[in-house]
């Protein structure tokens, strides 16, 4: 059974930083692209970023980046994000995705599995 598993998220203050896990099992992370996702209170879920472990291809959406780290851990099969700098708009609940074509774009339908999210929340 494939099955996605997010933690790590909490309350922190502006500036402060979290790193969020995604445990993947049944299946192998070098297999597919994994993403992260968010989806603010009253927005849509957007992507915020992307890796090809078998590759080490990368991506960011713009807001993010200098700010946000993915990488992943293949011996434990785990995707994470390293957030730094957290302003309040990074507040959201945040889901890892797999997506078995390695697309590893941000685009919902691209993403076969999903997690249940983990809660951030930045307080100003």
């Known amino acids: 059974e494939v099955q996605l598993v997010e933690s790590g998220g909490g309350l922190v203050q502006t500036g402060g930083s979290l790193r969020l896990s995604c445990a993947a099992s049944?299946?192998?992370?070098?297999?597919?692209?994994i993403g992260w996702f968010r989806r603010a209170p009253g927005k849509e879920r957007e992507g915020v970023s992307a890796i090809r472990s078998g590759d080490g291809i990368t991506s960011y959406r713009d807001s993010v980046k200098g700010r946000f780290t993915i990488s992943s851990d293949n011996a434990k099969n785990t995707v994470y994000l390293q957030m730094s700098r957290l302003v309040p708009e990074d507040t959201a609940v945040y889901y890892c995705a797999a997506d078995r074509d390695l697309v590893g774009g941000y685009l919902n339908d691209d993403y076969d599995y999903w997690g249940q999210g983990t809660q951030v929340t930045v307080s100003s």
């Open positions: 049944g299946f192998t992370i070098d297999d597919y692209a």
